[in-house]
């Protein structure tokens, strides 16, 4: 099984901050990474497929990177309704789809 | 417009039997797989399974394989995920999301792209 690990757990950063997440696979997953966010009591939402591609509708301020087993999520300027927990998932074991453990952002 | 819309929130007793549902509309819910996914209290996404309604083909991960059941009547385009023994550790909240592949620079990409609304389920005594 493909396990995803992502730091940091949590962190608290200011309205107008560069945000990065980082996400790790344990073999090789190419491209084929998704991030998502969830709000408390929401659904997640999907931001970015295939490690950087941005979802429609989703803001230009996230932004990922990354190939192979190392990934990047980064919000170039933090809004006040980008607090909230970020999930990496991999989907190069298609149709099986393992998240990582998530990334609380919340507010300094 | 999509849309997947889940069963209301549910409260068992350990050792009652559970079926939940998710419909989904403003697609072609045959071409789409569907996947569960679980969100204990306070923790992370799980994923639990997965089923293409088009033929009933359905793929566990290995942590729910035996402890759930998927399944999918297409006539309704409706999925479901059911127990047949509920758990007091079963309480979470479960999400169905919707798998779409996109084809993008030469290679294949495969996401959740539109989630229920969740179903909460209490198991306590």
């Known amino acids: 099984d493909i396990q995803m690990t992502q730091s940091p757990s949590s962190l608290s950063a200011s309205v107008g901050d560069r945000v990065t997440i980082t996400c790790r696979a344990s073999?090789?997953?190419?491209?084929?990474l998704n991030w998502y966010q969830q709000k408390p009591g929401k659904a997640p939402k999907l931001l970015i497929y295939?490690?950087?591609s941005l979802q429609s509708g989703v803001p230009s301020r996230f932004s990922g990177s990354g190939s192979g087993t190392d990934f990047t999520l980064t919000i170039s300027s933090l809004q006040p309704e980008d607090f909230a927990t970020y999930y990496c998932?991999?989907?190069?074991?298609?149709?099986?789809?393992?998240f990582g453990p998530g990334t609380k952002v919340d507010i300094k | 417009e999509v849309q997947l819309v889940q069963s209301g929130a549910e409260v068992k007793k350990p050792g009652e039997s559970l079926k939940i549902s998710c419909k989904g509309s403003?697609?072609?819910?045959?071409?789409?797989?569907i996947g569960w996914v679980r969100q204990m209290p306070g923790k992370g996404l799980e994923w639990m399974g997965i089923?293409?309604?088009?033929?009933?083909?359905?793929r566990y991960s290995p942590s729910f394989q035996g402890q759930v059941t998927i399944s999918a009547d297409k006539s309704i385009s409706t999925a479901y995920l059911q127990w047949s023994s509920l758990k007091a550790s079963d309480t979470a909240m479960y999400y169905c999301?919707?798998?779409?592949?996109?084809?993008?620079?030469?290679?294949?990409?495969?996401?959740?792209?539109?989630w229920g609304q969740g179903t909460l389920v209490t198991v306590s005594s």
């Open positions: 999301a919707r798998r779409t592949v996109t084809y993008d620079y030469g290679d294949y990409a495969y996401y959740f792209d539109y």
């Open positions: 403003g697609y072609s819910f045959t071409s789409y797989w």
């Open positions: 089923i293409y309604p088009g033929d009933s083909d359905t």
């Open positions: 073999q090789s997953i190419s491209s084929y």
């Open positions: 295939a490690a950087s």
């Open positions: 998932q991999q989907s190069y074991s298609t149709p099986g789809f393992t």
